[in-house]
C-alpha cells in the first residue's frame, strides 16, 4: 500500500511513519520544518500553498492520504484566526482537492474541540458544537472531508502524550515529569477533563482501521478521563516524582485566550468494529516508564 503522511515529523505523524514502515508499506511523508532523516522518501511542503499540494499528492498517487497537520495551539487559534483558518481549514482543503483527484482515502486526524462539553459523554454520532476557535476550525475541516469525493476515516482524539523529540510540541505528561526533576512547582487545573491518548495505541488504531478498509468517524481516545491535576499526580507517582510540588489551580487563574471545555469521548465504536483496546493513563505511563529515554 502506498501512504502519503501529511505532516510526518510531528508527534503522531512520526509514529505512523515508523509503523508503516515496519509493515512494509511505500511510505512518503511531508514536512514543514525540522526535516528527519527516516527510511523513505519526503519532502518540504506547506499545506497552504494550494498548488504544491495539489502537485504532490497527484505525482504521488497514494492510496491512502493521511492528514496529520494542523495548528494546534488552541490559545493562538483564538486569537489568529486567519492563521488558523488557512492551515486548519484551507490546507485541509488542498489536500482533499489533490485526494479527489487522485481517488486517495483520506484519514483526517480532529479532535475532541469539536464538542462543547455540555454533556456528559460524546459518541460519533453526537452533534458537534465547538466552543473555541480551534474547535470552530477542525469542524470546519471535518465538514469538507465529509463533503468531499474521497472515501474517509475522521479520527477525533485528545491529548495525544509518549515520549516526543526536542523539535516536536511537549504533551502533558512529559511537561510534567521535566517540570517536577527540575524541582519547580507545577500548577496544574483541576477543573479541566480530558481523555489523555497514549499515541502508540492511537497508531495502533490508525493502522487497524484502515487495514479493514474501514471508513467514516471514529474516536481514537484512552479509556480513562480525568482532570489534569489528577493526571499529573499519576505521573509524579509512577515516575517516583515529588507530587508536593503540584498545585491545583481552577482554568480562571489563568490567562487563557480559549475556553478549556470539559470532553469526554467514548471509544466504544474502535473497539466493537476493530477490537482495539486503547489503553488507560496507568497503562500508557507504565509503557512510557518502561521505555524512558536515558536523558530523562
Not at 5 to 20: A, D, H, P, R, S
Not at 141 to 152: D, F, I, L
Not at 180 to 194: F, M, P, T, V
Not at 204 to 226: C, F, M, P, Q, W
Request: hydrophobic share 35%.
Amino acid at each position: 500500500m502506498k501512504i502519503c503522511i501529511i505532516g510526518g515529523n510531528g508527534v503522531i505523524g512520526l509514529e505512523l511513519v515508523k509503523q508503516f514502515v515496519e509493515n512494509g508499506d511505500d511510505v512518503f511523508f511531508t514536512y514543514f520544518k525540522n526535516k528527519i532523516n527516516h527510511k523513505c522518501k519526503n519532502s518540504k511542503l506547506d499545506i497552504t500553498d494550494k498548488d504544491a499540494t495539489i502537485n504532490l499528492i497527484t505525482k504521488l498517487m497514494p492510496d491512502v492520504v493521511i492528514h496529520a497537520a494542523a495548528l494546534t495551539n488552541v490559545d493562538l487559534c483564538e486569537i489568529k484566526h486567519d492563521l488558523a483558518n488557512s492551515i486548519n481549514v484551507d490546507g485541509v482543503k488542498n489536500v482533499l482537492e489533490g485526494c479527489d483527484i487522485v481517488g486517495s482515502k483520506i484519514v483526517y486526524i480532529s479532535s475532541s474541540f469539536v464538542f462543547d462539553g455540555k454533556k456528559c459523554e460524546y459518541y460519533e454520532n453526537d452533534q458537534t458544537s465547538p466552543a473555541t476557535y480551534y474547535g470552530i476550525t477542525k469542524f470546519n475541516a471535518e465538514k469538507c472531508v465529509m463533503e468531499s469525493n474521497s472515501q474517509y476515516l475522521i479520527l477525533r482524539t485528545d491529548q495525544p502524550y509518549c515520549w516526543n523529540k526536542n523539535w516536536q510540541h511537549t504533551n502533558s505528561v512529559v511537561r510534567v515529569i521535566k517540570t517536577l526533576k527540575s524541582g519547580k512547582e507545577l500548577n496544574e487545573i483541576r477543573d479541566w477533563c480530558n481523555t489523555p491518548t497514549f499515541v502508540p495505541d492511537f497508531v495502533k488504531a490508525t493502522l487497524e482501521l484502515i487495514s479493514r478498509n474501514l471508513t467514516g468517524i471514529y474516536h481514537v481516545v484512552g479509556s480513562d478521563y480525568i482532570d489534569r491535576f489528577n493526571w499529573s499526580l499519576l505521573v509524579a507517582n509512577i515516575f517516583d516524582l515529588n507530587k508536593k510540588l503540584i498545585k491545583p489551580i481552577n482554568s480562571n487563574e489563568l490567562s487563557l485566550s480559549a475556553k478549556r471545555v470539559n470532553v469526554n469521548l467514548k471509544n466504544k465504536k474502535l473497539f466493537e468494529h476493530t477490537g482495539v483496546q486503547m489503553k488507560g493513563i496507568n497503562e500508557g505511563l507504565y509503557s512510557m516508564l518502561n521505555e524512558k529515554p536515558k536523558n530523562i
